[in-house]
């Protein structure tokens, strides 16, 4: 077992000298991330947006199972995608487990209820005050959704962040569609997973650092769009 | 690029007269409306007023279409009001609902049929009319209170309406501020608009009316020119309430 202080130091030299590997491993889980995120943002926004704006029968039952959806197991996805992807699954012929294909697609059903039902709350917050105005204005429903979505920008973005905090932070998922394979489909999370099993401290700790200074900067972009959304009245 | 209303043009956009026959509205077992008859023809300013809880502002909402009769029927120039012919028909709440978006794009929004730089020419001239042209790049939510609804007039009216119908627009407004919302349903009356204006102000009533339509428990009980009203009105109600007795139930 490495000395706690070295094994500090150590990966602050990885992370300072950009050290290839660690790199490697921080593009890609980057990468798959974002898109994730990117995708999510594709269907979890407008779904948001007319169930917010929408009323119909089942509405609560479908909300229920949206909010629930939010808190799924990653480790449950992974499986179900797993099985889904895995040469007996349906979508097996398409070669796509243990790619990073694989990954954007558990992260995104892991996230697309996080944004959807963020979505989905800021919108009807924001219905309530709009719809009359916009109905007199001869706005229709397509119309609203997107008038909507466009004012409510800032707050979306937020959802969108709380998004990409649990696909970057996610472990389980990734592990078993991605399979963790050097080069392929090692991110921070199972790279850490995998160095700390093996002793490998400093590299687990710089990938450590990392998550930890996203994190960071995720909250701080928060926060900062919220301050931005209240000096000009977007709040 | 932030999203525009879907405004036709106007030539599609003719609405006068409104009708209303037989309006009824229930809420909770209570008539809110009660066989409410009214016509909005056009010119002039018609005032409604009446106490808290009269139905003034349900009223209003029933002739623009936000709201359904239980019984009896709104009609726009002889047809039902429809989405697309709601441009012609402006309203502005007590108080404004304004988009998150800059003075500018709040009067842009409600503009469309006309190219960009068209749109950009008639908001900045309606602004200018309200005398915000210098707050155009202002976020609307951060002016004041008057200038918020100054700007939700502006906005209303840039659409050019056939009519106007203004919610108590002065409510919690100091007397310079209302006066420049009476200056701009004046102009706006002047332009050709027909406005209808609720307001317990019985003073702005004075001075604005050409004819008052009273409201008492959801039912009309006077409808006649301005000066008869406020120098003789022919009910009750309406003289208990020009005395300053409220007649909230």
Known sequence: ?235 | MPFDAPTPDRKDGQVLPIIGRGLVLERAGRRIIDNVDLAIESGGISIIMGPNGAGKSVLLRLLTGLLNPDAGSVSWAGRRPDRTRAPSVGLVFQKPVLLRRSALANIRYVLRGAGRAERRRRAEQALARAGLGHLARSPARMLSGGEQQRLALARALAPDPDVLLLDEPCANLDPAAAGAIEALIRDARDRGTRIVLVTHDVAQARRLADDVTFLHDGRIVEQTPAASFFDKPSSSAGRAYLDGRLLID
């Open chain 1, 1 to 235: 077992m490495q000395d706690f202080g070295a094994a500090f130091g150590e990966a602050f030299a990885l992370l300072l000298g950009f050290d290839p590997a660690l790199m490697e491993i921080i593009g890609l889980s980057l990468r798959v991330s974002l898109t994730a995120v990117f995708i999510s943002a594709l269907i979890g926004l407008p779904l948001g947006a007319v169930l917010g704006v929408s009323r119909f029968r089942g509405r609560a039952l479908v909300l229920v199972l949206l909010n629930t959806l939010m808190g799924l197991p990653p480790v449950v996805v992974g499986l179900l995608v797993y099985l889904t992807l895995s040469n007996a699954g349906p979508l097996g012929p398409l070669a796509l487990l243990y790619t990073p294909t694989a990954m954007i697609i558990a992260q995104s059903i892991l996230v697309t209820p996080i944004v959807a039902a963020l979505a989905r709350q800021t919108i009807e917050d924001m219905h309530a005050e709009y719809d009359e105005q916009l109905r007199i204005l001869g706005v229709g429903r397509g119309g609203m959704v997107a008038t909507l979505l466009w004012d409510a920008r800032y707050s979306l973005l937020t959802a969108m962040l709380a998004g990409f905090g649990r696909a970057i932070a996610e472990v389980g998922a990734v592990l078993i569609v991605g399979g963790n394979i050097h080069h392929v489909t090692r991110v921070m999370t199972t790279a850490i997973a995998l160095e700390t099993s093996k002793g490998n401290l400093a590299l687990a700790l710089g990938l450590g650092v990392v998550l930890l200074l996203l994190a960071v900067v995720i909250n701080a972009a928060v926060m900062g769009l919220r301050a931005t959304a209240a000096r000009w009245a977007h709040a």
